[in-house]
Nanobody, 115 residues
Framework: QVRLVESGGGLVQPGESLRLSCAVS????????MAWYRRDSGQRRELVAT????????NYADSVKGRIAISRDNAKNTVYLQMDSLKSEDTAVYYC????????WGQGTQVTVSS
């Protein structure tokens, strides 16, 4: 069973930046497409960004396009989410998972954007 450990969240003001990290267990990380998801206070889960196995193909939700960048380091079994120009509506718990996701989720990392 995969183990996913997210980190890097915090409380920031609008316009500031955060970099999220997700460490993924297992020997097949480089063979998995990965994604970041988020769940807001209304418990809606949104697919935020996706990245292919090599990192060449990336896709973003319209709500974050131009402000967020996904990347990965296959040598470190880690996927990242660079978040710039944060807005209050980005407030959520952020999770990484495979794409498509599996039922095993990490604890997530809370991002709160507030003045």
């Amino acid at each position: 069973q995969v183990r996913l450990v997210e980190s890097g969240g915090g409380l920031v003001q609008p316009g500031e930046s955060l970099r999220l990290s997700c460490a993924v267990s297992g020997d097949d990380f480089s063979e998995k497409n990965m994604a970041w998801y988020r769940r807001d206070s209304g418990q809606r889960r949104e697919l935020v960004a996706t990245i292919s196995t090599t990192g060449r193909l990336k896709n973003y939700a319209d709500s974050v396009k131009g402000r967020i960048a996904i990347s990965r380091d296959n040598a470190k079994n880690t996927v990242y989410l660079q978040m710039d120009s944060l807005k209050s509506e980005d407030t959520a718990v952020y999770y990484c998972n495979y794409l498509p996701h599996v039922d095993s989720w990490g604890q997530g990392t809370q991002v709160t954007v507030s003045s």
